[in-house]
């Protein structure tokens, strides 16, 4: 098979837009890269991709196997020639090669790890719950190497993992990992430790515990594989809950989640229907806030007139910054005393729960952020699993937003998605997203993840005024809200009594918020996409022109969309254009004021400009790595319990 060197040919320009995927796949591997190449029928549908400069052939097929992964398809080499397939069934059909060429090639493969020191066997019990599901296909205890199919980051991170572990002092130890259902790590090491008397009998240095909490499981080493059996049996008899029916008092620290919104779903688990739940939040959906003022006049005759409707208010804590800007996200609604009360269990008129968990009491201690659970040994495991669960670490997704307004003169003329599609700019971008948006606009998915690289481009032909380049960090399934501008002041009702002729008028006054105003809800699916939920709203304030109201106009364009990205990739919405023009005049003073023979000694002018609204989102998901790293951690951090049970297993140097 020949391989692609990245000085290989001259390099190449790969510019789609909207191509139909075999036909992108046969122009790019048939004709530039001059490859043999087989596509499997259900690789359908349409891409986008442009380079943003000439290529080495080598990166243009990583491009294409980019662009590819985005869609739900995959490229592997073998035999000769190239095969486009579904990712699913890459791992069956991926050929096994070198692990340097592995780590080397380019979309998904397939690799041998070799072990030299450890079993593959009890090495697989340790590594497998470390690494994401799927990676492993076989762990080969007769030839003593691990199979492993994704990308080649994937591979490399697999590899290091191995290196930890597998080192020479551990030679001729056997390894089994119990994953415990009722009882905590540390309290059956001390019950095994006890039962076999591994402190002082026969087995004493035979064998070594290493408890794993954030797994709630036991790694066990031993000298002699018959020894794990053994392990294994009082494991069984040990690791149960008390069936006695007596109740006790459980103390559960919260580490991640809130006590009370915790107390309230395990209330909910039971029938009892009480608490605040995770989903009961007050958020400040709407894009104004108003404030309703009173203000007197007499000077107006007519009655009771009504002008608008109050906005509904916005959520609270916000950081405000020194410039007028707000970022908030959704703040938890508060605690009150009925809620509290019904977050403790202390509920009236409980409903149809679970039959195992009657008589169970959930208390939030919401200053030492814990649980107290009155109840069975049994029934305190039950709700342990889904404390486990629902107390895990959520994702964050770091969202940089780029909020640009583009002047559209006439290379512009019919708007950005025009200039795009023209193939006048040198940006590359991808594959659409999947878009249910409300209006009828256009959206690009950038492969590069540098929205300067799009901007440079329209500014070469045009004005390019940013008006807001924030960056978000949000919780998965939280809103995060900018907000940088004014508060505009709108009479929305006037009153006044008719039964006398000098009556003040009322003024009720609300306030509006205006500029540039941002609001953000990212969801995490299990594919790794983001999907946001975005609204983008730019408004400004005009003189009413169009009634004798004494109020401004609040200009606004306003994009409200649901959009799938891919982790890292650049999402551009636009299509919001907005027409503005403006009369001005100059001349001699007096003359240019004479009715028809003034324009003979002063000129007028009408300026007209046209302005595009371009939105870029980049969400990249900041991944909980706190559980895998503190266990890879602790299992590094005991491997001197296990160097100590290795004893004379080390070989001599």
């Not at 492993?148 to 697999?158: D, K, L, N, P, R």
């Not at 940089?400 to 795009?420: K, S």
């Not at 009413?544 to 999402?571: A, C, F, L, M, Y």
């Amino acid at each position: 098979m020949r391989g692609l060197a990245a000085g290989d040919g001259e390099p190449i320009d790969v510019n789609f837009v909207n191509a139909d995927v075999r036909s992108v796949l046969d122009a790019v591997l048939g004709g530039m890269l001059n490859l043999n190449y087989t596509v499997d029928p259900k690789v359908q549908g349409q891409v986008t991709i442009r380079t943003t400069r000439p290529l080495p052939r080598a990166q243009a097929l990583a491009a294409i196997d980019a662009v590819l992964r985005a869609q739900g398809y995959a490229i592997i080499s073998g035999d000769g020639f190239y095969q486009v397939v579904p990712v699913a069934e890459a791992p069956a059909q991926a050929p096994i090669q070198r692990l340097s060429a592995a780590e080397q090639a380019a979309g998904f493969s397939t690799a041998i790890v070799p072990v030299r020191f450890v079993a593959a066997g009890d090495l697989d019990k340790i590594v497998r719950p470390l690494t994401r599901p799927g990676l492993i296909q076989l762990a080969d205890a007769n030839r003593n190497i691990f199979i492993v199919s994704g990308t080649a980051h994937e591979i490399e991170s697999f590899t290091q993992l191995i290196s930890s572990f597998d080192v020479d002092w551990l030679a001729g130890l056997s390894f089994s990992m119990f994953t415990l259902q009722a009882v905590e790590p540390a309290k059956l090491e001390a019950e095994l430790r006890q039962a076999l008397q591994l402190n002082s009998g026969p087995l004493q240095g035979m064998v070594e515990f290493v408890p794993l909490p954030r797994l709630n499981a036991l790694l066990v080493a031993a000298k002699r594989p018959e020894f794990l059996a053994t392990i294994g049996t009082w494991v069984e008899r040990l690791d149960h809950t008390s069936t006695d029916g007596g109740r006790m008092v459980h103390y559960y620290d919260v580490q991640n989640g809130s006590a009370s919104e915790l107390a309230g779903a395990l209330n909910r688990l039971m029938g009892k229907g009480g608490g605040a739940s995770s989903t009961d939040r007050t958020q400040g959906s709407d894009s104004s806030r108003s404030t309703t003022r009173s203000t007197g006049s007499t000077n107006s005759t007519f009655g009771s007139s009504s002008l608008g409707q109050t906005s509904s208010s916005l959520g609270s804590n916000s950081l405000t910054s020194s410039n007028g800007g707000a970022l908030s996200t959704s703040p938890t609604s508060p605690i009150t005393p009925s809620s509290a009360a019904n977050s403790s269990g202390d509920t009236a008129g409980d409903g149809e729960g679970i039959p195992e968990l009657k008589g169970v009491k959930v208390v939030a201690d919401e200053r030492r952020n814990a649980l107290l659970i009155y109840g069975t040994a049994s029934q305190y495991a039950m709700l342990e699993q889904a404390l486990s669960r629902l107390d895990a670490p959520r994702e964050q997704v770091l969202i940089e937003a780029t909020i640009a307004e583009v002047t559209l003169n006439n290379d512009l003329n019919f708007g950005v998605q025009w200039f795009l599609d023209r193939g006048s700019s040198t940006a590359g971008y991808g594959s659409a997203a999947t878009i249910g948006a409300s209006y009828p606009n256009f959206n690009y998915t950038f492969i590069t993840p540098n929205t300067r690289v799009v901007l440079n481009a329209l500014s070469s032909v045009t004005d390019v005024q940013v008006l807001s380049a924030p960056r978000l960090m949000v919780l998965n399934n939280e809103t995060a809200r900018l907000q940088v501008g004014d508060e505009v002041p709108i009479v929305v009702q006037q009153a006044t009594s008719t039964l006398t002729s000098d009556s003040a008028v009322v003024n009720s006054v609300q306030y509006q918020s205006t500029g540039v105003i941002l609001e953000v809800t990212p969801r995490i699916n299990h594919s790794g996409a983001v999907v946001l939920d975005v609204n983008q709203e730019v408004s400004s304030v005009a003189t009413t022109t169009t009634s004798g109201i004494d109020s401004p106009t609040i200009q606004q364009r306003k994009i409200s969309s649901i959009v799938n990205v891919q982790d890292g990739e650049t999402v551009a919405l636009g299509g919001l254009i907005s027409d503005s023009s403006s009369k001005s005049g100059s001349g001699i003073p007096y003359l240019s004021d004479i009715p028809v023979l003034g324009k003979l000694f002063g000129t007028n002018k009408t300026d007209h400009s046209r302005t595009e609204l371009l939105v870029f989102l980049r969400p990249v998901i900041v991944r909980t790595v706190v559980q895998a790293r503190e266990v890879t951690e602790a299992l590094k951090a005991r491997m001197g319990r296990l160097e100590a049970l290795a004893g004379s297993n080390a070989p001599k140097p």
